[in-house]
């Protein structure tokens, strides 16, 4: 190969490299579509509802969580990860189509969960220096920070305080070492 080919190579590649770094920052730095957003609050519910369930005591849906992950991410986020986290909500309801053929909303619970998984595994850090650096560079992805507002916001609330943990106003005595109980439930106080 001659030399004049391979450096015209690898400008072009640099070059596509740099432009799609430049199209990506261009997509996180543009203003959020909070109106898409604010619209997607079934999608928010059904996700969270995936992640704390109903069984004997209330889920993730009847606590509120989607209206707190709303709230969290238009008032509390920069516009970089308010972006990030609309495109995973996005992604989420493309890779739902493309794998079933259906809106999220719409799978069965075996369904919802192996989206989940995906998602969960795609998530994941890279090791060592370079986790570090895109954990700086980038942010946290889209599911943890889901999974993360999905638990404060149920645990939080007041259906998750009194009914989903163990609540005591008042606790009384601080005792550091306390036998548990069969079957009891977490302190919703620290």
């Known amino acids: 190969m001659k030399r ?12 596509s490299l740099a432009s799609l770094g430049i199209l990506k920052w261009i997509s996180w730095h543009k203003k959020p579509d909070l109106v898409y957003f604010s619209s997607q609050k079934q999608l928010l519910a059904a996700l969270s509802e995936t992640i704390i369930p109903s069984t004997d005591t209330p889920g993730a849906t009847e606590a509120g969580v989607a209206d707190f992950i709303v709230k969290m991410v238009t008032e509390n986020m920069d516009i970089v990860a308010q972006n990030r986290f609309i495109d995973g909500l996005k992604s989420v309801e493309s890779f739902s189509k493309d794998t079933f053929a259906k809106s999220y909303i719409e799978c069965t619970e075996e369904q919802k969960n192996a989206i989940m998984r995906h998602f969960e595994e795609e998530s994941k850090p890279l090791k060592g220096t370079a986790g570090k650096v895109q954990r700086k560079l980038f942010g946290p992805p889209f599911f943890p920070i889901l999974k993360e507002y999905t638990c404060i916001g149920y645990c939080t609330s ?33």
């Not at 989903?164 to 036998?179: D, E, I, K, M, S």
């Open 158 to 190: 007041m259906l998750g305080v009194t009914q989903g943990l163990a609540y005591t106003l008042v606790p009384g005595r601080f005792a550091g070492c306390v036998p548990m109980t069969e079957n009891q439930k977490s302190w919703a106080t620290k």
């Open 4 to 15: 004049r080919r391979a450096l015209w190579g690898m400008a072009l590649l640099g070059g």
